[in-house]
């Protein structure tokens, strides 16, 4: 019984990594869907990946749910950079930005999903400094 629960409690305690070619993606992605300006920086340049990938660990406070899961994430991730190419981050902008609707339309709860976790975390970010 004790080697269930000494398993459950490293599962939950399991940090999300992700290569530095997917956090290049996902911090791309994230600044597209919350564009820079002057009175405020782009998200890529406030570790918002690193609060993302803390909400995607199921916990009592935050459940992570079926469209924004580490799983999940990646395979859209694989998926943009396939359309892309190879590579998401070499795309230019307007292409990205068409790869982002195309996902939007294709796969609305997941792109829901990211977007408000997006800027849950921002605006979080930006209000403690």
């Known amino acids: 019984m004790s080697e ?12 999300i990594e992700l290569s ?3 956090r ?9 869907l919350i564009p820079a300006d002057r009175d405020f920086p ?6 918002l990946i690193d609060e993302l990938l803390h ?4 916990n009592a406070a935050h459940k992570t749910t ?10 859209v991730l694989q998926e943009l950079n396939m359309a892309a190419g190879g590579n998401f981050c070499q795309a230019n902008a307007e292409k990205q930005q068409l790869m982002l609707r195309n996902l939007e339309r294709r796969d609305p709860a997941f792109f829901q999903a990211l ?3 997006a800027n849950h975390g921002y605006y979080k970010l930006l209000a403690s400094r």
Not at 66 to 75: A, D, I, P, Q, V
Request: proline share 6%; charged share 25%; net charge positive.
């Open 24 to 32: 290049a993606q996902l911090n791309a992605i994230i600044d597209l």
């Open 115 to 117: 977007w408000t976790l």
């Open 20 to 22: 530095d070619e997917e």
């Open 55 to 58: 909400h995607l660990q199921p």
């Open 4 to 15: 269930m629960l000494g398993l459950a409690s490293a599962l939950r305690k399991r940090t």
């Open 42 to 47: 782009p998200p890529s340049s406030l570790q």
């Open 66 to 75: 079926l469209m924004l899961s580490e799983r999940r994430l990646r395979t």
